[in-house]
Every structure is written in structure tokens, then in C-alpha cells.
């Protein structure tokens, strides 16, 4: 069964760096998007991504994250200058005109 | 205020016991998501529903629109059953989720 991939599946950075997390979904999958999971917290949605451009975003995605789809088959997040809070599970997820999501097995991101 | 209420938040079980885990919700949705995230922390997405019931070998999901209500029935239940289980409405293009129930089924 098709999966979505997502790497590295542990990421450390200092405070301060750029990082960016690379999801590939599934091959003829519409919709793409990602999601956070701070440690112990709920799941909480972050953006939408229809058609190349961003569909729906929360108050969580502000200047600093980027999302883009380089190049039909990769999904990435880019956060710009990390901080501290930002250290959490970070899920991709896909979805057929349906909306149901296929999740990959996420990031977990620590910011030291 | 949560958007999204589960209840129980944790659950223990006796395998074979039936379990039933509820959702309420207090916003406008045009489907509700039923999720099941492993110890591991994948999530896997076990039905998406905006009426009625629907059925997948042991696990049953319902919804009640006019109540802003679902419930996710496991029938028979297994030790590998225990997972976190976890409500989530889409609003416009977004998932709200619930806090999770907490699952353990013991042999």
C-alpha cells in the first residue's frame, strides 16, 4: 500500500538555524499537509497546500515557516530561524479529492 | 475552550471487553475523523464520516449531526488495540483535533 514518507525521522538543531522537513506523499494525492504535536500536547493543524499554493493556514504558521512543493513529488517545511517552542512531532499528510488523510510517520524536531 | 471534547481520556480494558469512546464537538464541520496514533506516534486514520455509521472489521464509528456527537465502538477488544484514539472535525480545509483517548486493553 502507498505510504507517506517523511525524513530524517529525528532532526536536531541549534536555536536559531533553518531546518527544513521533507515529505514525500502519496503519488496521485491533491492535497498536502502539516501538522504539528508538541510533546504530551494535542495534534494541531498547521497548513493546507492545494493546486501549489497554500489553501488554509493556522495562527502557528506565521513568517517563519515556508512550505513548498519543489518539484511534484516533495513536500517540505521550512522553518526559518528556530526557537526553543518549536521543538515537537511534526506530521505530513496527503489526501485523494476525499480529504482523507494518509499520514506519514513524522519528524520529531528538538531544538536545542 | 476545546472545540473538540473526548471522553474517556484514559481507558483500561479486559480483552473482549466492547469499548466506546465520545466526541463532542461545537463547531460547524463538514466531516469528522476518527485517528488512531500508535505508541510510536504514527497516526493512521481509521475512518472519516458526516452522517451516519460506518464499519470496519471490529471498530464501528457513528456520528449524530443535530448533537454534535460521535462515538467509535471497538467490539471484542485486543491487546493490540491499545493506542491513543482521536476525534477530528474539519473546518474549511483544517483539522481540529481532540486531546485523544488514551486506550490500554490487557489480556
Known amino acids: 500500500e502507498p505510504e507517506v514518507t517523511q525524513t530524517p525521522s529525528h532532526q536536531v538543531t541549534q536555536m536559531g538555524q533553518e531546518v527544513i522537513l521533507r515529505c514525500v506523499p502519496i503519488?496521485?494525492?491533491?492535497?498536502f499537509y502539516w501538522y504539528r504535536q508538541i510533546l504530551g500536547q494535542k495534534v494541531e493543524f498547521l497548513v493546507s497546500?492545494?493546486?501549489?499554493?497554500?489553501?488554509?493556514k493556522s495562527e502557528i504558521f506565521d513568517d517563519q515557516f515556508s512550505v513548498e512543493r519543489p518539484d511534484g513529488s516533495n513536500f517540505t517545511l521550512k522553518i526559518r530561524s528556530t526557537k526553543l517552542e518549536d521543538s515537537a512531532m511534526y506530521f505530513c499528510?496527503?489526501?485523494?479529492?476525499?480529504?482523507?488523510?494518509?499520514f506519514g510517520d513524522g519528524t520529531r524536531l528538538s531544538i536545542l | 475552550k476545546n472545540e473538540v471534547e473526548q471522553s474517556p481520556q484514559n481507558l483500561t480494558a479486559q480483552e473482549g471487553e466492547f469499548i466506546t469512546i465520545n466526541c463532542s464537538y461545537s463547531?460547524?464541520?463538514?466531516?469528522l475523523h476518527w485517528l488512531q496514533q500508535h505508541p510510536g506516534g504514527g497516526i493512521v486514520s481509521l475512518f472519516m464520516?458526516?452522517?451516519g455509521k460506518k464499519k470496519h472489521g471490529r471498530l464501528i464509528a457513528t456520528i449524530n449531526i443535530q448533537e454534535k456527537h460521535s462515538s467509535l465502538h471497538i467490539t471484542a477488544s485486543h491487546p493490540r488495540d491499545s493506542a491513543v484514539y482521536i476525534c477530528?472535525?474539519?473546518?474549511?480545509?483544517?483539522?481540529?483535533f481532540g486531546t485523544g483517548t488514551r486506550l490500554q486493553v490487557f489480556p
Open positions: 499528510a496527503s489526501a485523494l479529492l476525499d480529504r482523507t488523510r494518509h
Open positions: 503519488s496521485n494525492h491533491l492535497y
Open positions: 497546500f492545494y493546486n501549489n499554493e497554500i489553501s488554509e
Open positions: 463547531v460547524g464541520i463538514s466531516a
Open positions: 464520516l458526516s452522517s
Open positions: 477530528a472535525v474539519t473546518y474549511g480545509d483544517k483539522l481540529i
